[in-house]
């Protein structure tokens, strides 16, 4: 299981990964390996506004179908198409071509709310959410 | 090992027929004087052509291939798959009420519509309710029919300001579905430490937007809910109403029922609790049954009995309308008709008070193997997971459901409830022998041991079955549900 150190986590083991001012947002190792082979990936539209805490993708696995929820405030800029022809990327590179989505910050303070990966480690060995 | 039947077309030869229909006693017309010519296709249909004894082996063999009840174990949480006896078979081949034409004139149907009427009414004494329709054609049905009541309810006394159900978090996936399709917000309510539901975070859910509460009870847990008192107070109190989710109504027959518990309306799934088939072997059959300040609103036909005689009954000027054509999955209600009658009062509820002790039997049996989340006394079924077995071995609750297709036992529910890590959902019903139960808790131990003797012999199963471990994720993600004839 990996915690790569640039990134920030939630509680709900979504990853934020800060670059010029936007959030590129996606779900942790730990998460894609709890819900086992991704199958699908529904992302919502670029432009789309979102609240902290918002539910802004789902994603579906051969075992469950989960939400997935926007870790800060802000304007979707991006959203990974490739996701639609290939999920399994969520589950062979998270961290990277696994992405979701990219949101312009609204409120950059938010991102103090998020974990370091110190900290999210310690949540997901302790038994996490 | 045999290897898998290959698909019908694949044994498909020109010319082969299976059935030769008798000669023609109308002079023949070509097709194309009787319809316009874009309805007429170009290219044959690509059927399959095979001669009838192909046919009959064809399908003989993929029935081998098949699990049923009538096969061996199927302990499939939250489905009830119980032994669905024969003589229910025989009711519904009767050829009164198997040829029936749904057009026929109620005087002439008298008998069908009795026995719909008392199904009715039996249903109605299980359930401790006033009014039951029958329309409903399984278990989602009749969750999207009381959804519909609970909405017409509110509009009648023009409180529109209701738009949310209230769900636990452990309920099945169709009681958010239902909701959402009647046009209400969902709100997600959580259970407490003991598996029911947590009633302060209800109290402070339910407010006076809020249009009802679905709730099973028992639970997917299989645990029945100590506070449903307090709970049918806080959410009635606020002026909501209460549906019973009647997929675990195999625990609760003759002994508690859903109008005592304070529910205004419920649907019962005839193909679970009432011994009709599933699955495969269906239909369903999903009744509606509500209170009496309800019944305005039920979905017609519902049969009454007037005079002496039985007739469908439309006048209901309330009604949320129809939900099925004609009257409903008829010969399942026949089924259930010839179960309820042929078991009686005391039958039911001793099939229930078995199903309970047969639950509690195998959970007490391998309960120092398995972890289990809530432990307490459950009632036709009960939840484990190999959470410390995963832990230290690697293997998962899908690892262990595919090692139990080896010993000839279908797995139990997986991956369900959502708030249980690596569900294992196991409902044994009444119908089992004690040394079906043995031999199942026997398999499950012996598997829970093998995880730390040989993993990878778990890792890997089934082993002895026609197809091994399945590509599910890439088929899931490669859908292909077309065959081609081939170049």
Not at chain 2, 437 to 442: P, Q, V
Request: charged share 25%; aromatic share 8%; net charge negative.
């Amino acid at each position: 299981m990996s915690y790569p150190e640039n990134l920030k986590y939630t509680k709900e083991h979504e990853w934020v990964l800060v670059e010029n001012g936007n959030a590129r947002v996606g779900i942790t190792s730990y998460a894609q390996d709890q819900l086992g082979d991704v199958v699908f990936v529904e992302l919502p539209e670029v432009g789309t506004e979102l609240k902290a805490g918002a539910m802004f993708a789902t994603v579906e696995s051969v075992k469950a179908v989960s939400d997935v929820y926007a870790p800060v405030s802000g304007t979707i800029v991006e959203v990974n198409e490739a996701l639609n022809d290939s999920p399994e990327l969520v589950n062979e590179d998270p961290y990277n071509d696994g992405w979701m989505i990219v949101i312009e910050l609204s409120d950059p303070s938010e991102l103090d709310n998020l974990m370091d990966s110190k900290a999210y480690q310690k949540m997901v060995e302790e038994g996490g959410e | 090992m045999r290897s898998p039947e290959p698909l019908i077309f694949e044994i498909s030869k020109p010319g082969r027929r299976a059935y030769s229909l008798p000669e023609l006693d109308v002079p023949a017309r070509d097709v194309a004087e009787l319809l316009p010519e874009s309805e007429i296709r170009r290219e044959p249909a690509g059927l399959p052509e095979v001669s009838e004894i192909d046919l009959v082996r064809h399908f003989t063999r993929l029935s081998q291939l098949n699990h049923g009840v009538d096969i061996g174990f199927y302990p499939l949480g939250s489905c009830t798959m119980k032994y669905n006896p024969k003589v229910n078979e025989d009711a519904a081949n009767l050829p009164g009420f198997n040829n029936i034409h749904p057009y026929v004139p109620d005087e002439l149907a008298q008998g069908a519509l009795q026995l719909m009427y008392e199904l009715q009414s039996y249903l109605a004494e299980i359930a401790g309710m006033d009014y039951v329709s029958l329309q409903p054609a399984a278990g989602a049905h009749g969750e999207l029919a009381g959804i519909l009541i609970i909405r017409a309810y509110h509009r009648a006394r023009n409180d529109m300001k209701r738009t949310k159900i209230l769900i636990p978090d452990s309920a099945h996936g169709t009681n958010p579905a239902s909701a959402a399709l009647g046009g209400f917000t969902v709100v997600e309510v959580p259970s407490d430490e003991r598996g029911g539901v947590d009633v302060e975070a209800l109290e402070a859910a339910m407010d006076e937007t809020v249009a009802g509460l679905m709730l099973t009870n028992p639970n997917t847990l299989g645990l029945f809910d100590e506070n449903i008192q307090r709970i049918e107070k806080i959410v009635h109190s606020k002026g909501g109403l209460l549906y019973y989710d009647g997929a675990n109504a195999n625990a609760i027959l003759g002994t508690s029922r859903p109008g005592d518990m304070g529910f205004d309306v419920l649907h019962f799934n005839l193909h679970k609790t009432f011994g009709t088939p599933h699955g495969g072997g269906g239909p369903g059959s999903g009744p509606v049954a509500v209170k009496s300040f309800l019944e305005p609103f039920l979905p017609v036909p519902t049969v009454v009995l007037e005079d002496g005689k039985y007739r469908l009954s439309y006048d209901r000027p309330q009604t949320i309308g129809r939900m099925k054509s004609f009257y409903g999955n008829f010969l399942v209600m026949v089924k259930a008709y010839a179960y309820i009658r042929s078991l009686g009062p005391d039958g039911l509820r001793e099939a229930s008070r078995d199903a309970v002790l047969n639950a509690n039997y195998i959970l007490r049996r391998i309960a120092g193997y398995y972890d289990v989340p809530y432990d307490r006394h459950c009632k036709h079924e009960f939840v484990i997971s190999p959470g410390k077995i995963k832990k230290e071995t690697g293997v998962r609750t899908l690892d262990i459901s595919k090692r139990l297709l080896d010993y000839g036992v279908h797995p139990p529910t997986n991956y369900f409830p959502l708030i249980v890590d690596e569900a294992l959902m196991i409902e044994p019903t009444e119908t089992e022998s004690k040394e079906t139960l043995d031999y199942f808790a026997d398999a499950l131990i012996a598997i829970a041991k093998e995880a730390y003797e040989d993993p990878e012999a778990v890792k890997s199963a089934p082993h002895t079955t026609v197809v091994g471990r399945l590509d599910e994720a890439g088929a899931a993600r490669n859908l292909n549900i077309r065959w081609e004839k081939p170049e």
